[in-house]
C-alpha cells in the first residue's frame, strides 16, 4: 500500500488500535464522551467539518465509537476512519453515520429501478458514473491495476485520509476513484452494459520497460512473451471487442532491450491480438516513448522497430505516437517531426494526428512510475510534508531482479 500521509503508513510511531477492554482504553473513551457533550452544545448545525479518525481494534469498539457520534447536530462535512487496514463492516459503519450526520441518509421515493429502462437510457446514465474513470488506467504484470491517488480532499487533517479504498472509512467530501464493482454484479444485463461502458470509454495504459515494472530487461530475459500479450490474455474474451484507446508505454526506455527477440515477439503477438479481436475501425492506439535528451540513431532505430511493427495492423482510427524526456530545442526541431513520420508510417501521408485529437486525449496517468505519494499544502500553499520520491513503493527494482 502507498501511503499518502504521513500516518497512513504501515510503519512508524502511531498509536495502537482503541479497544474497549484495557483500562487505558476505558479512559479514552470517556474522556471523548466529554469532548462530544461540549461538541454538541456549542457548534451550530451545518457549520462544522469533521475528521474523525480513530483506529479501533474490532468491530465492537467501532460501533461504539460510531454510536456516540450520534448527538451531535447536522454537519457541514463529515470523515470517519475506523481502522488503517480496510475492512467492509467497519467503512460501512462509517458511512451510515457520515451520511446520517450530514444529513445525506438516502431514502427510497418511488422512483422506477433501472429495471425498467431501456438498455439505451441505462447506457446513458451509467457514463457518469465511476465507470468512467478521470484518469488513463496503468497496468503492468507486476501490478495489475495500479491503485488511484488519494485525492487529499477527503479530510481537512494533514495526518490522515479516510478514503474506504484504502482504509476502514468513510468521507462525504471524498472524489477518490475506485472500480464501481456493485454495478458488475446487478444482473447479467447489468454486468454486460457496465462491461462495455468500463472498456470503452477508458483508455488503459500498458507499462511495459520500467525500473518498477522490469519485464523486458536483456539482463534478465524472460521465458515466455509478456506485458502487452499479458495484458489482452487477462481481459475477459468479451471485453475485447470494446476496447477503444489503449497507450503502450516504453518507460525508462533502453533502446537494446527494444531489440529483444522476447520483446519483439511479445509486441508483434500483442499486435496480432489486436488485429483478430479489436474493432480497429474505432481503436485508437497511442505509443509513450521516453527517449533521452538527445537520442542516439541507436534509439531512434529502437522507436522505428516499435512503429514499424504496426505496418500489418490494419487501419486504426488514430495513431499517436509521443517521444518524451527530450530538451524542449530539440523536439521542436528534431523530435516532432519524427513523430509525424512514424504516424505517417503506419496510416499513410494523408493521415494528421493533430487533426484527429493527438494533444487533446493525452489523459494524465494514475500513476507516475516512481511514487504515487505527492506533497500537502496547507490551505495558504505552504507545503508541509514531502515525501521521500523513490523511497516508499512496494515493488523495489533491485528487489524484483533479485526475486527474478
Not at 331 to 355: H, N, P, R, S, W
Request: glycine share 6%; with cysteine; hydrophobic share 35%.
Amino acid at each position: 500500500m502507498f501511503a499518502c500521509h504521513p500516518t497512513c503508513r504501515t510503519y512508524g510511531l502511531h498509536d495502537k488500535p482503541l479497544g474497549s477492554v484495557a483500562r487505558q482504553d476505558r479512559t479514552v473513551l470517556q474522556e471523548w464522551q466529554v469532548i462530544l457533550q461540549i461538541l454538541a452544545n456549542n457548534i451550530k448545525p451545518r457549520s462544522l467539518r469533521l475528521s474523525f479518525i480513530c483506529d479501533t481494534r474490532d468491530l465492537q469498539t467501532a460501533r461504539g465509537i460510531v454510536e456516540s457520534l450520534g448527538c451531535l447536530p447536522l454537519l457541514r462535512d463529515c470523515s470517519i476512519r475506523l481502522g488503517q487496514i480496510p475492512d467492509w463492516s467497519s467503512s460501512a459503519l462509517a458511512r451510515s453515520m457520515s451520511l446520517q450526520l450530514t444529513g445525506k441518509t438516502p431514502q427510497n421515493l418511488g422512483h422506477p429501478t433501472t429495471l425498467h429502462l431501456p438498455d439505451e437510457v441505462l447506457e446513458h446514465i451509467l457514463s457518469f458514473t465511476e465507470l468512467v474513470a478521470p484518469f488513463q488506467l496503468e497496468w503492468c504484470p507486476v501490478r495489475g491495476l495500479s491503485p488511484f491517488d488519494c485525492c487529499k480532499t477527503c479530510t481537512d487533517s494533514l495526518l490522515g485520509c479516510c478514503c474506504s479504498f484504502y482504509h476502514a472509512a468513510y468521507a462525504t467530501g471524498c472524489t477518490c476513484w475506485r472500480l464501481p464493482l456493485p454495478l458488475f454484479l446487478v444482473s447479467k444485463r447489468m454486468h454486460r452494459i457496465a462491461t462495455s461502458i468500463f472498456y470503452s470509454k477508458n483508455t488503459f495504459f500498458i507499462a511495459t520497460i520500467h525500473r518498477n515494472c522490469v519485464m523486458w530487461s536483456p539482463e534478465k530475459p524472460l521465458s515466455a512473451p509478456t506485458i502487452t500479450t499479458q495484458f489482452f490474455n487477462r481481459l475477459p474474451s468479451n471485453a475485447l471487442p470494446h476496447l477503444r484507446s489503449i497507450t503502450v508505454g516504453f518507460l525508462d526506455f533502453w533502446p537494446q532491450s527494444a531489440f529483444t527477440h522476447l520483446a519483439i515477439t511479445d509486441w508483434r503477438q500483442g499486435i496480432d491480438i489486436m488485429a483478430k479481436s479489436l474493432d480497429l475501425s474505432k481503436f485508437t492506439l497511442s505509443l509513450q516513448i521516453d527517449v533521452p535528451r538527445y537520442p542516439e540513431d541507436e534509439c531512434l532505430q529502437a522507436c522505428r522497430s516499435i512503429v514499424h511493427s504496426l505496418i500489418h495492423l490494419g487501419r486504426i482510427k488514430r495513431l499517436f505516437v509521443y517521444l518524451s524526456g527530450q530538451s524542449s530545442r530539440y523536439y521542436k526541431t528534431k523530435g516532432k517531426q519524427f513523430e509525424t513520420i512514424l504516424e505517417k508510417t503506419v496510416l499513410g501521408d494523408d493521415y494528421d494526428a493533430v487533426l484527429h485529437g493527438k494533444y487533446d486525449v493525452n489523459f494524465p496517468l494514475w500513476y507516475d512510475g516512481y511514487s504515487r505519494e505527492g506533497p500537502i499544502f496547507q490551505a495558504d500553499g505552504r507545503k508541509v510534508w514531502d515525501p521521500k520520491e523513490h523511497g516508499n513503493s512496494d515493488y523495489d527494482y533491485e528487489d524484483y531482479l533479485n526475486f527474478m
